[in-house]
């Protein structure tokens, strides 16, 4: 059993210490942080000043930023001597992740061997997609061989009774992903007799599934296609069908952090704007783009905020460890958080990779307009109107956006399950670039987005510039426009004020009275950055955790951190948008 350890009860930033500052807007001024001037202040070059320190930090530390690595280490205080010198107390969660390495895994199945190289993590593309259970157990030493498949009397395999009446002693079983945990599908065909299961996915692609933790009683697994799981069961109404398979894996335990910081230079604690970014690397680079974009900018962020005088709403930011192995790090937090400390979380902002060198602009699509929203994902109330603040943003400096997909894969997940509003930037991962896409923002079509991603290749020279300055941008502003006003998120929690008119003059018999009514100021947040009214529901579901794979030295590594489990058990639970091996658990 996986446990946790130095877990912090809760990550409720206080006040802090004032940082001086002026607003240097006037009495006059509507709001306290004027959202150009903040835009002005973010630059491009301060930014990149931090990508290159996280640059050097990966050099000095074979090439890698990755969670339990020196170089992850010297991230962590990079970002918090930044934040101290800005006048924030920065705070650390430590909390520990089990990791998983797989050394050696093959199956030969329906006359199509799959191997795995250990040496580059690879796995032959011209065979079926057939992917490991993360935390799946190791077969015995020599491997199974000429194991017979079977299969159960209901499809989905999920309990003793669709065992009834199947002999499945000493063979593999065949299931349906569906209605339950792959955990409770293996448990069940393990204590029917069956030495290993094959999970085929119920919709199209390779099934990327994980038990959530090693725990006794499992069976070795792996992940089969729609149209293998098909051939599968085929082949066993025709008759005997056998299998090999080997897997070797080994766990490990491994400390890691979050760091969190909030304004200290900040009216109301209550109702807090969070921005997050993952800090972590994968092992194979430096991981620049992905994530040293969106963790740099928000650090920029973070600093100029602080010289912006006394804010309205204080402005939260988290750096996530551990979101390449599963969005770890983001999920730790938000578990953490009592309900009424989740409860001042207003919004999520979420900033993946935000510099890829053929990029999009993408924002989270929460209203569905651009992408087709999956109805198992909770979107919270207030989700639309941060999309909304972002997309005004673009919208207002005639630049193309376009919307990217709102699915629970990346660290706004946990946020969004336990529903806070959220929405966020990103710039494209590992996809391949549309000709329309290439159309509305350049590039090239046909190539990926990042063609570095999660490769050595990651580094400083892996940047756009370009597209780093178009998201700074809109981080700035809309960073600016919601610590001045929430209420597009939160309704009633700013009140409009009433605009004072301009006092009529008094009739004497040498002037007649005006005959034109005073002109009313603008409404404040009426102009660039303002949103729409919208409302707001903050509830304290928890969500299971997903995981992912990474090539790690020698082998492929996993790894999870045991959480709460949900009252009700969602349909299925997705993980990181950057990470394409991301985990499903059921």
Known sequence: MIRRHRRLAAIGIGTGVMVAGVAGFGASAAYAVDPVDLEERVTVEAVMGHLQALQDIADANDGTRAIGTPGYEESGQYIEGVLREAGYEPVRQDFQATTQSVEAFSIDLLGTATTYDPATGAIDPATPERVLMEFTPSTPVDGIVDAELVAPATPLGCDAAAWDGVDATGKVAVV?????????????????????????????????????????????????????????????AEGPTLVDLTIEQTTTTVDTFNIVAETPNADDHENVVMLGAHLDSVPAGPGINDNGSGSASILEAAVQLAGSGQ????VRFGWWGAEEVGLVGSTEYVYSLPEEELGKIATYLNFDMVGSPNYIIGVYDADGSDTEVDPAVNIPEGSIATEKALTDYFDGIGQAHQGTNF??????????????????????????????????FGGTAGEAYDPNYHAAGDDIDNISTE???????????????????????????????????TPTPTPTATAAPPTAAPTAAPAPGSGKGSLAATGADVSGALAAIPLAVLALGAGIVLVAVRMRRPSVTPASSVSSASSPASRDQE
């Open 176 to 236: 349906s992903r569906g209605e339950c945990a792959f955990s409770q599908k293996s448990l069940a065909a393990g204590a029917a007799g069956a030495v290993a299961i094959l999970v085929y996915n119920n919709e199209p692609g390779a099934l990327n599934g994980t038990y959530g933790e090693p725990v006794d009683g499992l069976v070795p697994g792996v992940g089969l296609t729609p149209e293998e799981g098909a051939d599968a069961l085929a082949a066993i």
């Open 311 to 314: 804010l309205d709403h204080a």
């Open 407 to 440: 699915d629970g894969r990346s660290d706004y997940q946990a946020f969004i399950d336990n529903g806070v509003p959220a929405s966020g930037l990103f710039t494209g991962a590992e996809d391949i670039k549309t000709a329309a896409e290439a159309e509305r």
């Open 467 to 501: 597209a780093l300055g178009i998201n700074l941008g809109a981080i700035a502003s809309v960073t600016a426009s919601l610590s001045n006003d929430l209420s597009a998120i939160r309704p009633g929690v700013d009140p409009t004020p009433t605009p004072t008119p």
